[in-house]
């Protein structure tokens, strides 16, 4: 089956704008997460939701980042106000039902955002 | 809080040789999950090899093994037969088993395979 999907690959971005990067996860996976990976770093948490619980934002860096999941499918990042700090691939990843599972994680091909 | 840590930023091996990545984390959680993914140069990062800390026995995935050593808080990646497709980024991480399912990423270690 289809695996974890982003869009775009790639944005380069002013700075100052506001930019949504989407993550279609594989269909029936109850949890998303999304992280951010800068260049010759690890990866950065910043949230994840699963199923119809609060989502965990506890990673999120600044209230410019927002992210939303739509039914239970699709979500979207959405920052605003873009800096040149934001620069980074932003890696999405869905798991199945995290009770009693693998806690395997799939992870998304991500999104390349250069803000200039 | 949980920290991992990679202390080897790059390591290189020679084709079909064997190669250790280290991983160490800190907790004091008694009950958790390790993992080590694998990130190649096309992106997308896939799971290499998991860990429940409550099984004694230290997981094994074909040419991947682990060396899990609980009380050190210890986590390395055993690769043996190295190929030239194992060329990649690692990446070591720690889940704690209840609460939050936040997974904790170490930084990565470059691994090259040299034909």
């Known amino acids: 089956g289809a695996g974890v999907s982003q869009s775009p690959s790639n944005k380069v971005t002013e700075k100052g704008k506001d930019v949504e990067l989407r993550c279609d996860p594989i269909?029936?996976?109850?949890?998303l997460y999304w992280y951010r990976q800068s260049l010759g770093q690890g990866l950065e948490f910043l949230i994840y939701f699963q199923g119809n619980s609060a989502p965990d934002k506890s990673g999120l860096p600044s209230d410019r980042f927002s992210a939303e999941r739509t039914g239970g499918s699709v979500s979207t990042l959405t920052i605003q106000r873009t800096q040149q700090e934001d620069s980074a691939v932003y890696l999405c990843?869905?798991?199945?039902?995290?009770?009693?599972?693998?806690?395997?994680?799939?992870f998304g091909p991500g999104t390349r955002l250069t803000v200039t | 809080a949980q920290t991992v840590t990679q202390s080897q930023p790059e390591m290189s091996v020679q084709e079909a040789e064997t190669v250790t990545l280290s991983c160490t984390y800190d907790t004091s959680e008694n009950n958790y999950y390790l993992f080590w993914y694998k990130q190649p140069p096309s992106r997308q990062m896939i799971l290499v090899i998991r860990q429940e800390a409550y099984k004694q026995q230290n997981a094994t995935e074909n040419r991947f093994s682990v060396n899990f050593q609980k009380a050190a808080k210890s986590f390395s990646l055993k690769i043996s037969d190295s190929q030239l497709g194992d060329t990649a980024m690692y990446f070591c991480?720690?889940?704690?088993?209840?609460?939050?399912?936040?997974?904790?990423f170490g930084t990565g270690t470059r691994l090259k395979v040299l034909a």
């Open positions: 990843a869905s798991s199945p039902s995290l009770a009693g599972g693998s806690y395997e994680q799939y």
């Open positions: 269909s029936g996976h109850t949890a």
């Open positions: 991480a720690f889940m704690k088993h209840r609460g939050t399912y936040k997974y904790i």
